[in-house]
């Protein structure tokens, strides 16, 4: 869409983003986040337990759809920093996105039997390269709406807020739908998602691409890929935040993978895993607007790494829990739910932070770029977790195989992986991350530095 007259300019010194233009931004994250749980958790297991494929060839599979992503993710983040057309650099991107990403969904989340691991991993590559051509330039087109460091949280929460509500609806639909029309069992809640995700894709992104402004006066990249990665090499917080948040995500998929696994199996509940999403997403959306406004007063670091700390010591306590103990299971996924929410909100600012480091340096405006980079590490992260974890649970005396009820000692290695795995990386991520040198501060001295040197020349 050609945009009349002058561009508005997102996010100008000294202004607050208006809300509306921060709901429209944000609608375009809801399909995304109705679709990265299914993907991560329910089509493994859907996959794994229900359709024949092995659990370790599920696992290569999550891992092997990833190189791809080595090439597409790169590729698209150069593409879209270099992209200059009528209707900006960010929207064309997000809008060729929208069938790739619809077509894949149908045909991963409703597969006709029989399903091969080739079938799989075929469209599983097919959806991340529309995911890739959504998220990079949405993300990256986020971090452009305001330099400030508060506003950054304000984008990134209400970015999340918009996702997980739709998210938390979309674990609601179905478990009504089998609760009230007895319409149950994974492939059943595959299919509502799936018309949730067709309608939301084509809507969402539609709105986002007419109503919300994209800056025309950026500086265009221009510096060659080679010097640009030594650049981008350079920049020592943006390398800290990437490490710690890959070891964030590994713990996160971990949890991920293994949760349905470990509701069926250990607390032998085949029905209710979308009730305990429902709860874990609801609290997030309680807890969103508490961290946004803590981290006004905390750096957003240490905010981040104390809810890392938290949920570490909640996720343990799934240790105590056994067959019939699911609704005791609720009250912890709240907890961990709350505290997660940061985990949506500000690695995101942070990252809106860390590239002005990179625009200081480089001269220009790179954000795709540096989103493409952060994309990938968190891909490999949730595609290793899962892996690591589905193939250590093959290798235990765990039996998936639908109507199987295992004894406790089958169900030990589940229970070590589910409590302790996630944990361990929550923990070990906020201890990389509790010095991050990129304080409220030192990112207000940043800014003074590259408006002096913009000012310059």
């Known amino acids: 869409m050609q945009p009349s007259g002058k561009p508005e300019q997102p996010g100008a010194a000294g202004e607050q983003l208006p809300q509306r233009t921060l709901f429209y931004y944000g609608l375009a994250n809801m399909p995304t986040e109705v679709a990265a749980i299914p993907v991560a958790a329910l089509v493994p297991n859907y996959?794994?337990?229900?359709?024949?494929?092995?659990?370790?060839?599920?696992?290569?599979?999550?891992?092997?759809?990833?190189?791809?992503?080595?090439?597409?993710?790169?590729?698209?983040?150069?593409?879209?920093?270099?992209?200059n057309?009528?209707?900006?650099?960010?929207?064309?991107?997000?809008?060729?996105?929208?069938?790739?990403?619809?077509?894949?969904?149908?045909?991963?989340?409703?597969?006709?039997?029989?399903?091969?691991?080739?079938?799989?991993?075929?469209?599983?590559?097919?959806?991340?390269?529309?995911?890739?051509?959504?998220?990079i330039p949405y993300y990256a087109w986020g971090a452009e709406l305001s330099p400030h460091?508060?506003?950054?949280?304000?984008?990134?929460?209400?970015?999340?807020?918009?996702?997980?509500?739709?998210?938390?609806?979309?674990?609601?639909?179905p478990w009504l739908a089998g609760v009230l029309f007895g319409y149950a069992g994974i492939r059943a809640n595959l299919e509502i998602l799936?018309?949730?995700?067709?309608v939301l894709v084509p809507f969402t992104v539609a709105v986002t691409v007419a109503k919300v402004p994209e800056g025309r006066n950026f500086r265009p990249a221009r510096v060659p890929l080679l010097p640009g990665l030594k650049i981008m090499w350079r920049n020592s917080p943006f390398k800290r935040l990437v490490l710690a948040f890959f070891v964030n995500q590994f713990?996160?998929?971990?949890?991920?993978?293994?949760?349905?696994?470990?509701?069926?199996?250990?607390?032998?509940?085949?029905?209710?895993?979308?009730?305990?999403?429902?709860?874990?997403?609801?609290?997030?959306?309680?807890?969103?607007?508490?961290?946004?406004?803590?981290?006004?007063?905390?750096?957003?670091?240490?905010v981040w790494c104390i809810s890392l700390f938290l949920f570490a010591c909640f996720q343990c306590s799934y240790l105590l829990t056994g067959p019939g103990d699911f609704f005791w299971m609720l009250p912890v996924a709240f907890c961990t739910g709350f505290c997660g929410a940061t985990f949506r909100v500000l690695p995101d600012s942070m990252k809106a932070d860390v590239i002005d480091v990179d625009t200081l340096e480089s001269g220009e405006d790179r954000a795709a770029w540096f989103f493409a980079v952060w994309s990938f590490a968190i891909k490999v992260a949730a595609s290793l977790g899962p892996a690591v974890a589905l193939w250590i649970l093959a290798f235990t005396n765990f039996d998936p195989d639908p109507g199987v009820v295992n004894q406790w000692d089958n169900l030990l290695g589940l229970r070590l992986l589910y409590c302790f795995g996630p944990a361990t990386g929550f923990a070990l991520c906020a201890l990389i991350a509790w010095n991050y040198p990129l304080t409220r501060s030192a990112h207000a001295a940043l800014r003074d530095r590259l408006a002096a040197a913009r000012a310059s020349g």
């Open 251 to 302: 713990g996160s998929a971990i949890s991920t993978v293994l949760f349905v696994f470990f509701i069926r199996g250990v607390a032998q509940d085949q029905e209710n895993f979308l009730l305990f999403l429902f709860i874990y997403y609801g609290a997030q959306l309680a807890g969103i607007p508490f961290w946004v406004r803590v981290a006004r007063t905390v750096d957003k670091h240490r």
């Open 47 to 83: 996959y794994g337990q229900d359709l024949g494929v092995s659990l370790a060839a599920v696992g290569t599979v999550l891992l092997l759809s990833r190189v791809f992503d080595a090439v597409s993710d790169p590729l698209i983040g150069w593409l879209s920093d270099r992209t």
């Open 85 to 135: 057309t009528r209707w900006g650099r960010r929207r064309v991107w997000m809008a060729a996105a929208v069938p790739i990403l619809m077509i894949a969904v149908y045909k991963l989340f409703i597969p006709e039997p029989p399903v091969t691991a080739a079938y799989l991993l075929g469209w599983l590559v097919v959806l991340w390269l529309g995911w890739t051509m959504l998220f």
């Open 194 to 198: 799936t018309v949730m995700v067709l």
């Open 149 to 173: 460091y508060h506003q950054r949280t304000r984008i990134t929460g209400w970015r999340a807020w918009l996702g997980i509500s739709a998210n938390a609806a979309s674990k609601a639909a």
